[in-house]
Each structure stands twice: as structure tokens, then as C-alpha cells.
């Protein structure tokens, strides 16, 4: 009697324990393990934060979790959600950063393999494209994010102005050699001269020569569109003992360039942001730009281009060196996602951030046009369903994919953001023509020193020795005589 | 005798006791922040590199006065921004009062109805005149084309020069009707008596507004420029919007530059410095300008 009475005690005791504690471990393959749980991000667009959108219903049925997004305009972002965390909190759980501005944010991030061994998570690590893999997901070693938009630039072109017989003889009277999209950077600026201020397209409008965005906003547009040049003519951001090398003769020939071709791109183009070039291209009155890889959707989008199946795209265009044209195309500068530190949903947000990154889901995400989010994966690309998305996307896509091996990053150090937008107003500063090209970049020289002295020399040089590394491994070092050389 | 000594008493601390609350908001909201901001101007916080500080007596006000070239630069744009948008602004409001001083039928109408540019935020204001000064859809430059004076593509930020014209054209749209206001108020407590006995007198009316107008109403003016040079000098909004400072740093206001020290590169000492050198040089100017009024005054009487 008295071991009846024992054993239905424990009973008891065993089932309110399960009923205590069980209902705190979600059981693998339960519907909507976290029902009933919002967690907050924080993003820096309302197209960022309607891509969430289009991955809240499977997520809400297959996790049963709810996002909260607030965006925070791209201008201010960085600046105020470094504030909340500089200060030891955040409001966020889910943190959408700029990849450049890693060594600022890193470590109010939360490590992601102790959670991918904890909650058997799956980020699909082998189908990140390499290059983003490299540079986008890592704070001294330690994995803690996930990319979201895999931006770099690739060149547009509209085939309507390359492919008419009477532009193509025209152009070779001028300029003695064939009109094509240009390889270089001196073609693309004859291009530009050539269609700048007629009609290319037969009619008689007045269009112009090429697309850009100039204006020093965010983390500096100039600086992208300066960037690609320099790196072609030989540049590099910093010598080993962090002296800048912005101002020399591979930089000021990129600015130099720049300021005397901008007469061939449309008017307003200093106060350009991305997208407004990117519509002169889709409504076809300009017939070249290098953008952001999500131009190639909006081209594709017959509600608002009038250039679909009628755009070609291509690498960036570089510089000829001993015969060999050396391209150098942007990383520019894309998003990742992580956990923060400071979340106190962290087992949730880490299920979150591996369920957007899914291959399907994001998949979801990138493709679609209104998102501006990038391929980060390379079932992304390859995708059947997004290589026949629009005409050409097949195209498109390779184009892309033939970027990887060229491309240069931002200088991934602490103040990346400040650097860069140091850089990008004097550039403005030469293209207003309120200085000379080396008078302007001689200032952001010397800015950027003083950048480098306020976070501490030793410090900054220490890690910029190992990007200097990692770029030098990717072929990317400082050339002193390429300026002089370069076709 | 007791009894009043209380009574006294309490007369001094009553009304201290009344206002205290507001006295204990006042302190928090704007003394607590004026003096730790100035506290601050004499550190070296910098939020970007930690948040450990020291002190580092006046050297950020040397930085700012002395080797600061962008930010003596942006001394520099708002001057340039402010002399013809306050100029604008006092002859534009003063020739609109006059005329609805004049207005016998419809004038609160057409008051409200000019009030409305400065009822808008400065914000929704330059996104307005953003639009309007598009390229190619823009309402100005498709309006110029019609009258045959623009192209479609004129550009109104082109330059240095046109987009310091553009900023004050937006200024002067924006908050000439506040100096309208303040001069139609000034106008109207001038007794009508005084314009009787001047046209009884044989006066004309440029000699009636020569004479009676501009001398009763200088201090109504003198208010109405202070007002608008405060405001002015904080000019942040419409930058940010409109131009964002450029091309280059031509429009770059001291505001908007000491937004950029303290938010974007997180430089909080030298920033809360920037402040003070900015706060320091209103003053000045308001003084200036007392000063000038005061020796006029003195010079009429």
C-alpha cells in the first residue's frame, strides 16, 4: 500500500516536472515551436524591411515567431545604432549592419557556433559565395553573422545605343576603333562623350552620356564610383604603416578623370543617390551605368523599364596594364544579419536569422525587385527559377558570378564608415570644383590620419596588416607605376 | 507682530514654492544640458573609440576657431545664406504687411492663407522643393519650360553659387510670411492719429511711411531679425533634405556640420564645442546688433 502510494507520488511529481520544463524546450519538428514570441530588428530601408515581409507568413508557420522591424534611415543608421550599443544595449534583437562597419559592430554581436551546435542550426555555409563568406561573417574569427544582400557593381548597358549601325560608324569616325561595351576605363569615358547630349536611341531627345551617383551621402557614393578607378590604376587604401595612399598618382588620375567627364552625365548627378541613375538607365536616357547588382531586376521589370531584353551586363571596366585589363569592381558594401549580444531572446532570434537565410527563403528575398537585395548564395544564382525571371536573366546572373574573382572590399577596419565618408566629401569637394583633384584628396589624406590617431595608430595598423594580408592574397596590392602605365 | 512676520514669510517662499516645478523642469531640460555640454567641450569623449574620457582643457575650441578648416568653412555658407535670406525676408515680409495693412475686405483671409509656408515643417518644406526642383519632372523647371526661360534640365544644384541661390529661395519661401507676421502686428499698434495728422499736414504716403512706418516700427523689425538670425544660424532641416550640404560642402551650415562631428563621427566633446562656439557667435552678433540699434536710438533722439 505504502509503495502504491510512493510510486503514484512520483508519478505526479515526473508529470508536473514535464509539464514545468518541457514546454521550454521546443521539440524538433513541433508546429510553430516559439508561438506567441515577437522578436524586434532593426534595419536601415523600408525595402529591407519589406523583404522581412516576404518571408513573415512561412516563418510565422513554420516557427510561429513574429518580426518587428524598425527602420532607421540609411544616413543616421550607423551612427544611432552604434550609440545604443557603444552604450551596452540594444532594443534589437535581429541587427541588420553593413558588412564594412564589421570591427565597429563585431562584438556587440552574438557568436553564432555555440548556437549552431545548441539548436543543431543549418546555415548552409558551403553555398555562400566565397568571396561574401570571406569577408562578410567573421569578428576576430569568430562566425556572428549571416550576409543578407550580396551588393557589389557590375556594368549595365543599353544594347539599343551600342548596336545601331549609325552610332557604331559614327563612333569608329571619332574615336577609330569599334564601338563595344568599353573594357577600360578610357572607353567608358569616350562612350560617354560620344552619347552625351543626342539621341542615340533615333529619336530626337536629348540624352546623356552615362550614369552615376556622386552624392557623399550614407557612407559616400563618390567614393564607390572613385574606388573602382583607383584600385585599376594600382591603388590601395593604406600603406603597411598605415599611411593613406589615396592621394597618390593612381588616385588623383581616377579623381582627375572623373571631374573632366562629368559633363557627360546627366544634370543633378552631385546630388545623386543610387537609385536615381538607375532609373535614367530603365527609362533609357542613359545608355551606361556600373551599379549595384539590383539594377539588373529593375531592368528586368517590364511595370517600369522600357530596356527589358534590350540591357547587356558586364564587368565593371578596368584598366589595360602591359596588356592585360585589370578590372576592379566594388564591394559596395552589402548587408549582413546578426543576433545582438544584448537580445534576451537570443535561442529565438538565432532560429530567426537561420530560417531568412534559408536558400528558399532568401531566395524569396533576392529576386524579388522591389527589395534591392543582392545573390549571396550560389544556389542564387544558378536558380532556375530566378535564371529565367526576366529576359536575360541568365545573363545577368553570370555576370554577376564573373565579377567574384575581382572584386576589392572597403577597408574592413575600425572607422571604416568614417574613412569612407571622410573620402567621399572631398572627392565631391573636386567634383563641385571647389578644389583640385590632388588638393582634395591631399585633405582626405590628412583626414584620415587624423582618424587613424584618434583610434589609435598601433591599433588600426595592426588590423589593417591583416586585410593588407587577405587583400594581397586576392591579388589586390599597391602599384605604384600603374597610374602612369594604364590604358 | 508674529502673525506678519509669517505672513511675510510666507509671501517670499509662496510664489518660489508655485513655480518651483516648472523651475525643477526648466533646470533638467535646459540648464542640466548647457552645463554638462559645456562640461563635455572641455573633455575628449569620443563615443567612436570608447566610452572613457579626459580632460583636455580648451583644446577643442582652438581645433574649432583656429585649425578647422571645414568647419570655418561652414561659417563661412551660412553667412553667405544668411545675409540675403534675412534681407529677403524683412523686405519681402514688410512690403507684404504694408500692402495687407492697406487691405480692407479679406485680410485675415489672406493673412492665414500667406501664414501657411511657415505652418510647414522645414522637413516636409524641402522635400517639396526638392520635387519642384527636379530635373525633368521637376514643377519649376516644366513651368520655365512653358514660359520659355528653362530647360527641362536645368539643373539647380549644379553649382556652388546656384545651389546657395536655391537654399534661399527656400528660405526666404519658407519664413518670410513669420516676418509678415511680426511686421503686420508692429504696423497695426501704430495709432492711425499719426497718419491723419500727417495727411492733414499735406504729407505723402512714402513721407507718411518714411517718417511714422519705418522709425515706429524699428523695434518690431529689430525683434523680428534677431528671431529670424537665431533661427538661421541653427539652419539644419532644409540642408539635410535639400542638399545635403553640397555639391562639396557649399551649403554646409554649422549646424549641419556640427550634426556630422557629433552623430556621424561620434566626436562628442568636439561637437558640444562646436555648439558653444556656435552659441558664443549668435551672442555676439545679437549684441552687435543691440548695440547698433541702441546707438541709432540715441543718434535719432
Do not use: C
Amino acid at each position: 500500500m505504502r509503495r502504491a502510494a510512493l510510486l503514484i507520488v512520483a508519478v505526479i511529481v515526473l508529470v508536473g516536472l514535464v509539464a514545468a520544463f518541457g514546454s521550454r524546450v521546443p521539440l524538433a519538428g513541433a508546429a510553430r515551436p516559439y508561438e506567441g514570441q515577437t522578436i524586434r530588428a532593426v534595419v536601415n530601408a523600408e525595402y529591407v524591411k519589406y523583404s522581412l515581409s516576404l518571408i513573415e507568413k512561412d516563418l510565422y508557420d513554420k516557427l510561429g515567431v513574429k518580426i518587428e522591424t524598425e527602420v532607421i534611415p540609411l544616413d543616421s543608421f550607423v551612427a544611432k545604432t552604434l550609440l545604443e550599443f557603444n552604450s551596452g544595449s540594444s532594443p534589437w534583437d535581429l541587427v541588420m549592419f553593413g558588412p564594412s562597419n564589421m570591427p565597429d559592430y563585431g562584438r556587440h554581436f552574438e557568436p553564432l557556433e555555440p548556437w549552431v551546435e545548441k539548436l543543431k542550426l543549418d546555415f548552409a555555409m558551403d553555398d555562400i559565395v566565397p568571396v561574401f563568406a570571406k569577408v562578410m561573417l567573421r569578428y576576430q574569427g569568430k562566425l556572428v553573422s549571416m550576409p543578407y544582400d550580396g551588393d557589389i557593381h557590375i556594368m549595365y548597358w543599353n544594347k539599343v545605343a551600342f548596336d545601331r549601325a549609325d552610332n557604331k560608324k559614327k563612333f569608329k569616325a571619332k574615336y577609330g576603333y569599334d564601338l563595344q561595351p568599353p573594357k577600360t576605363w578610357k572607353q567608358w569615358d569616350e562612350a560617354a562623350e560620344f552619347f552625351h547630349g543626342w539621341g542615340w536611341d533615333g529619336t530626337d531627345k536629348k540624352l546623356f552620356g552615362a550614369g552615376a551617383s556622386y552624392k557623399p551621402s550614407a557612407s559616400g557614393f563618390s567614393y564607390h564610383w572613385w574606388r573602382q578607378r583607383f584600385f585599376a590604376y594600382g591603388g590601395q587604401y593604406f600603406d603597411a604603416n598605415m599611411k593613406p595612399l589615396i592621394n597618390t598618382a593612381a588616385g588623383v588620375r581616377a579623381l582627375e578623370e572623373m571631374v573632366r567627364t562629368i559633363q557627360y552625365y546627366p544634370p543633378g548627378v552631385l546630388l545623386f543617390e543610387s537609385e536615381e541613375p538607375k532609373t535614367l538607365l530603365i527609362k533609357g536616357e542613359v545608355p551606361l551605368l556600373h551599379s549595384w547588382t539590383s539594377t539588373g531586376k529593375r531592368v528586368g521589370n517590364p511595370a517600369e523599364s522600357v530596356i527589358v531584353g534590350k540591357a547587356g551586363f558586364g564587368l565593371v571596366p578596368g584598366a589595360e596594364i602591359d596588356g592585360k585589363v585589370i578590372h576592379r569592381p566594388a564591394i559596395t558594401p552589402g548587408r549582413g544579419m546578426a543576433v545582438s549580444k544584448y537580445s534576451k531572446k537570443k535561442e529565438v532570434t538565432m532560429k530567426v536569422l537561420e530560417f531568412i537565410s534559408l536558400p528558399d527563403q532568401s531566395l524569396k528575398i533576392v529576386m524579388d525587385a522591389k527589395t534591392i537585395m543582392d545573390p549571396w548564395r550560389v544556389s542564387h544564382l544558378r536558380s532556375p527559377i530566378f535564371r529565367k525571371a526576366f529576359p536575360d536573366a541568365d545573363k545577368y546572373l553570370d555576370a554577376i558570378e564573373q565579377s567574384f574573382p575581382f572584386l576589392v572590399p572597403d577597408p574592413v577596419i575600425p572607422a571604416a564608415d568614417e574613412y569612407q565618408r571622410k573620402l567621399s566629401f572631398e572627392i565631391t569637394e573636386a567634383l563641385a570644383k571647389r578644389k583640385s583633384p590632388k588638393e582634395a584628396l591631399d585633405t582626405a589624406a590628412a583626414e584620415w590620419d587624423k582618424v587613424t590617431d584618434r583610434r589609435g595608430r598601433d591599433k588600426q595598423k595592426a588590423q589593417w596588416g591583416e586585410k593588407m594580408a587577405e587583400m594581397k592574397a586576392l591579388g589586390i596590392e599597391y602599384h605604384a607605376d600603374w597610374a602612369a602605365k594604364a590604358k | 507682530m508674529r502673525g506678519l512676520a509669517i505672513a511675510l514669510k510666507r509671501k517670499q517662499w509662496e510664489p518660489l514654492a508655485f513655480a518651483s516645478p516648472s523651475l525643477l523642469l526648466i533646470a533638467l531640460v535646459i540648464l542640466f544640458p548647457l552645463v554638462y555640454s559645456f562640461y563635455l567641450s572641455l573633455q575628449n569623449f569620443d563615443f567612436s573609440v570608447g566610452p572613457e574620457y579626459e580632460y583636455v582643457g580648451g583644446k577643442n575650441y582652438v581645433e574649432a576657431l583656429f585649425k578647422d578648416q571645414r568647419f570655418l568653412g561652414s561659417v563661412w555658407n551660412t553667412a553667405v545664406i544668411i545675409a540675403p535670406s534675412l534681407a529677403l525676408e524683412l523686405l519681402l515680409g514688410l512690403g507684404i504687411a504694408l500692402l495687407l495693412s492697406r487691405a480692407t475686405r479679406g485680410r485675415p483671409i489672406i493673412t492665414a492663407l500667406l501664414a501657411i509656408p511657415a505652418m510647414v515643417s522645414p522637413v516636409m518644406a524641402a522635400m517639396a522643393w526638392r520635387m519642384m526642383f527636379g530635373v525633368k519632372f521637376g514643377a519649376i523647371n516644366n513651368l520655365g519650360r512653358q514660359l520659355g526661360l528653362l530647360d527641362v534640365y536645368f539643373d539647380w544644384f549644379a553649382t556652388p553659387w546656384l545651389s546657395i541661390v536655391s537654399v534661399v529661395l527656400v528660405e526666404v519661401w519658407h519664413n518670410t510670411p513669420f516676418m509678415m507676421l511680426v511686421l503686420l502686428a508692429g504696423i497695426q499698434s501704430i495709432p492711425q492719429e499719426l497718419y491723419d495728422a500727417a495727411k492733414a499736414d499735406g504729407a505723402r504716403p512714402w513721407q507718411s511711411f518714411w517718417s511714422i512706418t519705418l522709425p515706429l516700427l524699428k523695434f518690431t523689425m529689430a525683434v523680428g531679425v534677431m528671431i529670424r538670425l537665431i533661427d538661421l544660424t541653427k539652419l539644419f532641416g532644409l540642408i539635410f533634405v535639400l542638399t545635403y550640404g553640397g555639391p562639396g560642402s557649399s551649403t554646409e551650415t554649422v549646424a549641419f556640420n556640427t550634426y556630422l562631428v557629433g552623430f556621424k563621427d561620434f566626436r562628442m566633446s568636439y561637437a558640444a564645442a562646436l555648439s558653444y562656439v556656435i552659441v558664443g557667435g549668435v551672442l555676439v552678433l545679437t549684441l552687435v546688433f543691440l548695440w547698433m540699434q541702441r546707438i541709432r536710438e540715441a543718434k535719432a533722439g
